[in-house]
């Protein structure tokens, strides 16, 4: 059995004007993420994790900012193109954990949301998926209340059969 690890990272600024999604759902915020998707950090830092424990580059590579394609896509599309990558090479999820990272708004209530839809997008059971929220206790463009940053490590298996 082959077993890989990756990490992800990702951060998008506050916007007026924009629709606020972090785990492939809608939060009730009058202000969102800027982005070229719709800018979920919390995706997108899974899609890098995934991608790279799978050796597959980056979030970048596959789905680049500079293509309209993918101009204010649902990020849902981006994470169910990338568990496609990962299964062509025959790995499978054996768990997600997650960190976001905020001071506004409060996202404990919206976790097991998010978890739920996580799971269905990727084709995995709601326990694989841990998701926390954190503040920075007011230090850092996160702590002036400027964005939202979000951290993900996978863990992948392969059967060698």
């Known amino acids: 059995m ?12 506050f916007a007026v004007g924009r629709e606020l999604w972090l785990g492939g759902i809608r939060i009730p915020h009058p202000i969102g993420l800027l982005g070229h998707s719709d800018a979920d950090v919390l995706i997108h830092a899974i899609c890098d994790a995934l991608l790279g424990a799978a050796n ?22 981006l994470l169910s193109e990338t568990m496609q990558i990962i299964r062509k090479q025959k ?49 850092g463009f996160v702590g002036r209340d400027e964005g939202i940053a979000a951290y993900a490590v996978a863990l992948l298996i392969r059967s060698e059969a």
């Not at 597959?56 to 849902?76: L, N, Q, V």
Request: glycine share 4%; charged share 30%; aromatic share 8%.
């Open 2 to 13: 082959k077993i890989r690890v990756g990490m992800g990272y990702d951060v998008h600024r």
């Open 56 to 77: 597959a580059r980056d979030i970048g590579f596959h789905f680049p900012d500079t293509d309209r394609r993918f101009e204010s896509i649902d990020s849902k599309l």
């Open 91 to 139: 790995y499978e999820i054996s768990n997600i954990d997650c960190t976001i990272c905020a001071e506004h708004p409060k996202l404990q209530i919206y976790i097991p949301q998010m978890a739920k839809k996580l799971a269905q997008v990727m084709g995995v059971s709601e326990e694989d998926i841990s998701i926390k929220a954190t503040t920075t206790e007011k230090l």
